[in-house]
């Protein structure tokens, strides 16, 4: 049954955002930072999206996003402002855990440290010995190649997954670039447009010559820590921390509450909601 929130009714607000992902909560936030009040309509049970968190067995846990990647300052100075600390995995440079790279045999699972100078898992120099470990020889070997191909070869490829497979090959896809862009972005490089994951990379893969040599300019000029990073409390607790400015501001928030419609009325705008 639906039922009727109307902006101009027994609370006004200023602003409607309708889905309380982290999209809608730093929309709502800069609503409140411009002194509006917005009303947040989420159909879930819980806010945060791709970077949500649960109470799974008494612990709060990230059920997406564990970290985030430090480009630019837009993550780091909202936390900054919301009172949160912006921290480094602790023990040194974060780990992966994968499988072994013969399947059929019987070696363990292992963890392997974070290839260093790499971007999204991209290595800036597949001959290090600490990219061989995770690749093997062969998919090591492979990697190399990138320097030796066309400036344009993979260029036509849109997908993350696709453009560095054609670049380095599939191992660097699946041991690399697959569990890191899916720990921060919480989807499938084979599903996201390889310059919205880094902007410019295929530009940037043309005018260096290589992928390699791309990751490396890249990285050279890019501010601040290098690695993922993450939030202290977990990344949830940037969802926690916007729901409670947005509240403090005088906005509302309601779950499990998907918009069905949205009208303008003589006085506002009125939202037929679905609860």
């Known amino acids: 049954m639906s039922s009727p929130l109307d902006a101009s009714a027994d609370r006004h607000f200023d602003a409607i955002v309708i889905g309380g992902g982290i999209a809608g909560l730093a929309a709502a936030w800069e609503f409140t930072r411009a002194g509006l009040r917005p009303l947040i309509l989420e159909a879930r049970g819980y806010l945060g999206g791709q970077i949500a968190a649960l109470d799974i067995a008494g612990a709060r846990i990230d059920i997406g996003a564990e970290s985030f990647a430090p480009r630019g300052t837009a993550v780091s100075s909202m936390a900054a402002e919301l009172g949160l600390e912006v921290v480094a995995p602790e023990g040194g440079r974060a780990s992966l855990f994968l499988p072994p790279l013969d399947p059929s045999g019987d070696a363990p699972w292992a963890l392997h440290p974070f290839p260093p100078a790499s971007l999204m898992g991209i290595p800036s120099d597949p001959g ?115 729901r409670e400015a947005i509240l403090r501001a005088g906005g509302a928030v309601l779950t499990r509450t998907g918009a069905r419609t949205l009208s303008r009325t003589g006085e506002g705008w009125r939202v037929e909601a679905a609860p």
């Open 128 to 242: 290090l010995p600490a990219v061989a470990a995770i690749l093997g020889d062969e998919g090591a070997k492979r990697a190399q190649e990138d320097r030796r191909l066309p400036a344009d070869a993979g260029g036509e490829r849109p997908d993350l997954a696709s453009f560095v497979e054609a670049r380095m090959g599939r191992a660097v896809v699946d041991r690399l670039v697959r569990p890191i862009v899916a720990g921060i972005h919480s989807a499938d490089p084979a599903d996201l447009d390889a310059d919205r994951v880094v902007p410019g990379l295929r530009a940037a893969t043309l005018a260096a010559g290589s992928l390699s040599a791309a990751v490396e300019e890249i990285l050279a000029r890019s501010p601040g820590p290098r690695g993922d990073v993450g939030i202290r409390g977990g990344m949830g607790a940037l969802v926690e921390a916007l």
